[in-house]
């Protein structure tokens, strides 16, 4: 199973992005997944879920602004994030929970957001 992160990038504050994870040897569909971000000094948190059936949730800091999706044709999960803010500057990561068939974690590899002027 791998994912693979894309999509980050320096941004104005203000400014849009979305950010794109693919997957290959498992299944976007039969899993839950999530967006999380890791900032330089600070501990990895969640930034949005979604399970299997489409249920979501947002971390308070991006409630309004961050929206998670997820194509099961394209096994690919988004997060579109808009109204970026200089505290949204991390990297940012996929995961998915447990996943279906081979029950663990797996994680992608991140990509770097950068919200500057």
């Known amino acids: 199973v791998q994912l693979q992160a894309s999509g980050g990038g320096l941004v104005q504050p203000g400014g849009s992005l979305r950010l794109s994870c693919a997957t290959s040897g498992s299944s976007v569909s039969l899993n839950n997944m999530g967006w999380y971000r890791q900032a330089p000094g600070k501990e990895r948190e969640l930034v949005a879920s979604i399970t299997k059936g489409g249920n979501i949730h947002y971390g308070d800091s991006v409630k309004g602004r961050f929206t998670i999706s997820k194509d099961n044709a394209k096994r690919t999960l988004y997060l579109t994030m808009s109204s970026l803010k200089p505290e949204d500057t991390a990297v940012y990561y996929c995961?998915?929970?447990?996943?279906?068939?081979?029950?663990?974690?797996?994680w992608g590899r991140g990509t770097l957001v950068t919200v500057s002027s």
């Open positions: 995961k998915i929970d447990n996943d279906y068939f081979y029950r663990r974690d797996y």
